[in-house]
């Protein structure tokens, strides 16, 4: 993954290889997240920085080791949710094109 942009399918592979503990893997996973964290970083005062470098990393280690990819819905389960979600309870109003 050197210096590429990552996809969903690329990051999908890596998150299952790290949670099988591929040290390359989870390498990347903290290449790829790493300029959102440097990002983040620049918002505290410079001796802050280290210590809450290394409680980020930790923190994306735990969301790896915590996400569950077999609940992860897919394109058309997310569509069907929102789309329930906006007609349930609500009769539907038909649009005058005249108003």
């Known amino acids: ?6 996809t969903m399918g690329n990051l999908y592979q890596l998150l299952t290889l790290a949670q099988k503990r591929d040290k390359a ?3 990347s996973l903290l290449q790829q997240f ?5 990002q ?3 918002r505290t005062t410079r001796q802050n920085r280290d210590d809450l470098k290394q ?10 080791s915590q996400f569950q990819t077999g609940n992860t819905p ?3 389960d997310y569509i069907h949710h929102v789309h329930d979600r906006h007609t349930v309870g609500e009769p539907h109003k ?3 094109v005249l108003a």
Do not use: D, Q, T, Y
């Open 1 to 6: 993954m050197n210096g590429e942009s990552i």
């Open 25 to 27: 893997a989870l390498i």
């Open 34 to 38: 790493e300029p959102k964290v440097h």
């Open 40 to 42: 983040s970083l620049r």
């Open 55 to 64: 409680v980020l990393h930790l923190k994306l280690l735990e969301a790896v």
């Open 74 to 76: 897919g394109f058309f």
């Open 94 to 96: 038909e649009k005058s």
